[in-house]
């Protein structure tokens, strides 16, 4: 855990972003007493769309037969 001072903060926020970044956790003080941190988030759950959980068979990206393209190139 590193901890600075508010006004180092300001001048440092860039590098501050960059250590959370890595994992380290960033303690802000105002004389001396800790007042915020700083610390990495976790990144949002992926969504998942029920009505579209399906598996595709490889079937389907095979070549349509010639009398189904002719159907869907007029």
């Known amino acids: 855990m590193m901890q600075v001072n508010?006004?180092?903060?300001?001048?440092?926020?860039s590098k501050l972003?960059?250590?959370?970044?890595r994992g380290e956790?960033?303690?802000i003080a105002r004389n001396g007493r800790p007042i915020a941190?700083?610390?990495p988030i976790a990144p949002p759950a992926?969504?998942?769309l029920?009505?579209?959980?399906?598996?595709?068979p490889d079937s389907f990206f095979d070549e349509l037969p010639e009398?189904?393209?002719a159907v869907w190139e007029r």
């Open 25 to 27: 956790e960033v303690v």
């Open 6 to 13: 508010v006004q180092d903060a300001k001048a440092q926020l």
């Open 37 to 39: 941190r700083l610390e």
């Open 67 to 69: 009398d189904e393209l």
């Open 50 to 56: 029920g009505i579209l959980s399906m598996s595709i």
């Open 46 to 48: 992926p969504r998942e």
């Open 17 to 21: 972003l960059a250590s959370v970044e």
